[in-house]
């Protein structure tokens, strides 16, 4: 069975320092995707980066950067330079090649981004 | 950019009623799905849907939901005797492909308060 798990229920970070979200998964599918949605407080998804099991470099999209371990079934996300508006709520997902698309998700951190 | 737009933003519905969540995916979109969220918990895979049948449902799916693509552009969930438990915000997204590389977009949500 597939597992997605976030240990940081939440976190506080000031404004224009990094932050690190750890996320850490279980499949036994060579072959998966990783995902990391935000959501902010008005409730919708927004999808961030990806970064995919057989690539090589880890992924970058502006200020997020996935740090991406597989020997340890690691995918953290950095978030660079933080803004206040990156306070919100932050999903790691997975799809692996045995289901339908779907996305297994993790419980998600809440990050605050302090002045 | 397309996008997948959901109505109504917010339902409140009494206990025993029956309600419809509608959808629009994405136009060139094929893979088509349903997830919940409970308050403060979660993001829940509830149902994929491709071509015109359901591929594959969570436990959470029982016979009190049903979904159905009436016509070329929309996507409905149904929710036959809602209960005080099926409250959440409820998410459709849609995909081009199901590979595990695909991304899937999400729809802002509709939350649903039962009564």
């Known amino acids: 069975a597939q597992k997605i798990t976030q240990t940081q229920p939440g976190m506080f970070v000031q404004e224009k320092e990094a932050v690190t979200l750890d996320c850490t998964y279980d499949?036994?599918?060579?072959?998966?995707?990783l995902f990391w949605y935000k959501q902010p407080s008005s409730g919708e998804m927004i999808f961030l980066i990806y970064q995919g099991s057989y690539d090589q470099q880890n992924a970058t999209e502006g200020r997020y950067s996935l740090n991406f371990q597989k020997a340890r079934k690691s995918a953290n996300l950095v978030i660079s330079a933080s803004q206040l508006g990156d306070s919100a709520m932050y999903f790691c997902a997975m799809r692996t090649t045995d289901s339908w698309g779907k996305l297994q998700f993790g419980a998600g951190t809440q990050v605050v981004v302090t002045p | 950019e397309p996008e997948v737009t959901q109505t109504p933003s917010h339902q409140v519905t009494q206990m025993g009623q029956e309600v419809i969540l509608r959808c629009v995916p994405i136009s060139n979109h094929l893979y088509f799905y349903w997830y919940r969220q409970i308050l403060g918990q979660k993001v829940e895979f509830l149902v994929s849907f491709y071509n015109n049948e359901i591929s594959e449902k969570s436990e959470i799916f029982d016979d009190q939901f049903s979904v159905e693509r009436p016509d070329g552009s929309n996507f409905t969930l149904k929710i036959r005797s809602t209960k005080l438990e099926d409250s959440a915000m409820y998410f459709c997204?849609?995909?081009?492909?199901?590979?595990?590389?695909?991304?899937?977009?999400f729809g802002q949500g509709t939350r649903l308060t039962v009564v």
């Open positions: 997204a849609s995909s081009e492909a199901r590979t595990q590389n695909t991304e899937a977009f």
């Open positions: 499949t036994s599918d060579p072959s998966y995707g």
